[in-house]
């Protein structure tokens, strides 16, 4: 059993925080609630009697339902976990039916969009990983076993960037031309842009020259083979990963460490590009440049150094991302030539016309190009995972170079429910500490506005082309409560798995996530001193929180610095009631493992301060409740 703190100051006046977190607990327990009741039918698939004319839309249907399962981990209704469950077997059923998936898993597409399919398997795996154990494995198996076809151990590349669980699709598109929508054709541009711009030969040039071969978003499948590491800790899946990444670590090293995005089927970087390390499908060039290229790479960095203890790994970003930043210019956002207005226009607001670091996100024959302000996931989450002096120092330095407050907090919706990383960072630099309120503030603001989306659009028949109305509608927000309640950044989304210093588990209930009436705020990740406030805020009912060092078990506590009040003079007597402070001391005790068991006993409070060592134990999906920490799976 883990060591044992009780709580022993009094909870008087709760802070607006805690109160403001269980509200939040308690309208998006409405709002997914009124969600599933609106959109979606008895057997948990969504309501759309459509086509799907494409290759693209299998992860429209699953995004929607993304972060419920995360929900749940961080505390979310018992019955939460059961409703994310039923929706993936419905959504499952129904695109099978619409031909999207053969034996439940997408046909072949990029992973950009795979990535984004898979982290509701992750979040669900992460949740009742017994229940998903072997259908998490038989979709890795598609990557890590040669004979599924994805895989070619010799050059160590996946095949080709459409793929997945049939060998037969090939190519970028079926029939004979790319589907070009105009709109997208005119923000992004085209590919192979030294060819001829004419649809039939460019799409054909496509096919030849980017339908086959590896490309950097197909590292995102790292978090698929990590997944089945945490819930088999089979060595077999931290080879693969090893392997994988290790290759396209070498071949950022020979391209001067920039992350090449191609590899042609005979292994060498730019063999269908005419000798060009940018170019390939979702890659530097078209359409979305660092946005992929980067997302993808961390994806396969963290898992890479997670699953192997060898953070090396990581340096298969860092001078990626350290280069873009050197080609930085400051600039309004008004000004710039990104592609991706409607991102920044309602991230930046009213400072879209403020001076501020810009950095491209694209390259090719003419270089470096379309600049944007930094996407902050990919620096945060290097710094999160590594906590090193260097990683720190890049994001003082970009926010040294910012021109817009980063205490700044504004409500608005991205796909990956995620852009707050700056205010989160000013706050953990000690330079916020009205953050948390605001932050939450912001979080019920977009649940409200949601719900009035539903309202509107609940009876409207959705056709092929408005299918992002449910994930335009899911009024699940976590990005908050991913903040301040486990002390990390919102998952990648494209294929990460999460991150977290510290993480819950409802002792009485024996399931993950904070119990009810509990709120948590992690106000510092330093390995040397990760503070963590817990406040029960019943005033009747005792509770019990397991904190877990690490998302995956995977840090070690060695000792728990937490505040005590073992004076009871601030009652009062009989004929005195009482007016002075309660006197509030610190202990530490040894705990030496993974998981520390607190008691708050009603209307309790307790701050620890935990000293860890990052990454001292195997990742696994191991909880308090079992006896198998180190294998994986209960």
Known sequence: MPPVITASVPLLEPPGWAIAQRELFSLLDRAWRRFARDFTGPDGRLRYEGELTTRDGVDDFYETFFNWPQLYLLGGADDLLTESEHHWEGV???????????????????????????????????????????????????????????????????????????????????????????????????????????????????????????????????????????????????????????????????????????????????????????????????????????????????????????????????????????????????????????????????????????????????????????????????????????????????????????????????????????????????????????????????VRHRLTRMERYRDRDVPEADIHLWQQSNPVVTEALVQLTWGAPQVVYNGGLQQARVRYYDAQARRPGLPPSVSALVSGIDPDATVLDLVNLDPEERRTVIVQAGAFAEHHIRTARHSVCDDPSWIGDLYDYGHGEPAVTSASIDVEGPWLEVELPRSTRVRLTLRLALRARPPSYATPFDEQASAGAP
């Open 92 to 446: 499952t059923r129904q695109l099978t039916e619409l031909g999207m998936l053969h034996d439940e898993y997408e046909r072949g597409y990029d992973w950009f969009h795979q990535g984004e399919s898979l982290l509701l398997l992750y979040f669900l795996s992460m949740a009742t990983p017994g229940r998903w154990r072997d259908r998490a494995l038989r979709f890795a198996e598609l990557y890590v076993d040669p004979a599924h076809g994805n895989y070619d151990p010799v050059h160590r590349i996946i095949r080709r960037p459409h793929n997945g669980s049939d060998p037969a699709r090939e190519g970028l598109f079926d029939g004979g031309a790319y589907p070009w929508l105009p709109r997208e054709a005119m923000t992004y541009g085209f590919p192979l842009e030294w060819l001829p711009p004419d649809d039939s030969a460019l799409g054909e040039q496509m096919r030849q020259r980017m339908g086959s071969g590896d490309t950097a978003v197909n590292l995102a499948a790292s978090g698929l083979v990590l997944n089945a590491l945490l819930l088999s800790g089979e060595g077999r899946y931290r080879d693969w990963l090893a392997e994988y990444v290790g290759a396209w670590r070498e071949r950022a090293a020979a391209n001067g460490g920039i992350l090449p995005d191609n590899v042609a089927p005979d292994g060498t970087v730019g063999g269908l590009l005419e000798g060009r390390w940018y170019g390939g499908h979702y890659g530097w060039s078209w359409p979305h440049g660092w946005y992929s290229v980067g997302h993808a790479a961390v994806v396969g960095a963290l898992a890479a150094a997670l699953a192997t203890g060898d953070d090396t790994f990581t340096d298969l970003v860092r001078p990626a991302l350290d280069e873009i930043i050197a080609q930085g210019k400051v600039m309004a956002f008004t000004e710039a030539d990104s592609s991706l207005g409607s991102k920044w226009s309602v991230q930046l607001r009213e400072d879209v016309r403020t001076p501020t670091l810009h950095v491209p996100f694209r390259h090719d024959d003419r270089g470096w190009f379309d600049y944007n302000p930094m996407l902050m996931g990919v620096p945060v989450a290097l710094w999160h995972h590594s906590a090193s002096a260097g990683d720190r120092d890049r994001l003082d330095r970009l926010r040294t170079a910012s021109g817009y407050d980063w205490r700044t907090v504004r409500p608005f919706r991205s796909k990956e429910e995620a852009g707050h990383e700056e205010p989160w960072f000013a706050y953990l630099a000690g330079d916020d500490p009205g953050y948390p309120e605001r932050i939450l503030a912001a979080a019920q603001a977009q």
